[in-house]
């Protein structure tokens, strides 16, 4: 089974501030199959990127995706008041399909 | 446009088991395979398996396996999840999403299963 870890755990920013959060795996992924999620209190998840740089429909360019390997990023270049959620990423190139532990991003 | 509605809030007693549904519209439900998550309270996503409505094709993830059955029904787009042997570690709210390539661009509302006593 692929351990997905992501850092920080919370991530205090402010409006309009850059975002850059991580997303460790325990063994290579295929670029192909690594995904990034926001969900909000209550909400289900939203798919934000797939194929670790890939923008799903209806995302803001101001999310982008990137790495290979073991070793991927999620950037938020400037955080909106709506930004502010929990961020999963997960992989899907083979079973068990796992997700990280998250990062909150928080208003400072 | 796709939509994924699941069925309602459920409370169930430990050794009970459970059936939820993911109605499905706005595409054809035999042309992607249907995928079911579920989240602890203040957990992370845990990815349960899913289920290829095309082909009947069924992977379950192996916590779960001898526990867990997906189905599908083609005639009325709805998929359905059935757990079994439920214990308090059970309490979680349960996606169903939809599956294209493997990743989920469209997901249910989630349904909050309470397992308690």
Known sequence: EIVL????????????????LSCRASQSVSSTYLAWYQQKRGQAPRLLIYGASSRANGI????????????????????????????YCQHYGNSPRTFG???KVEIK | QVQLVQ?????KKPGASLRLSCKTSGYTFTDHAIDW???????RL???GWINTGTGDI????????????????????????????????TAVYYCARDVSGHNGNWGQGTLVTVSS
Request: net charge negative; proline share 5%.
């Open chain 2, 7 to 11: 069925s309602g809030a459920e409370v």
């Open chain 1, 60 to 87: 803001p360019d101001r999310f982008s995706g990137s790495g290979s390997g073991t070793d991927f990023t999620l950037t938020i270049t400037r955080l909106e008041p709506e930004d502010f959620a929990v961020y």
């Open chain 1, 5 to 20: 870890t992501q850092s920080p755990g919370t991530l205090s920013l402010s409006p309009g501030e850059r975002a850059t």
């Open chain 1, 101 to 103: 532990q998250g990062t």
């Open chain 2, 59 to 90: 992977k379950y993830s192996q916590n779960l396996q001898g526990r867990v059955t997906f189905t599908s029904d083609t005639s009325a787009a709805t998929a359905y999840m059935e757990l079994s042997s439920l214990t308090s570690e059970d």
């Open chain 2, 37 to 43: 998550v579920r989240q602890a309270p203040g957990q």
């Open chain 2, 46 to 48: 845990e990815w349960m």
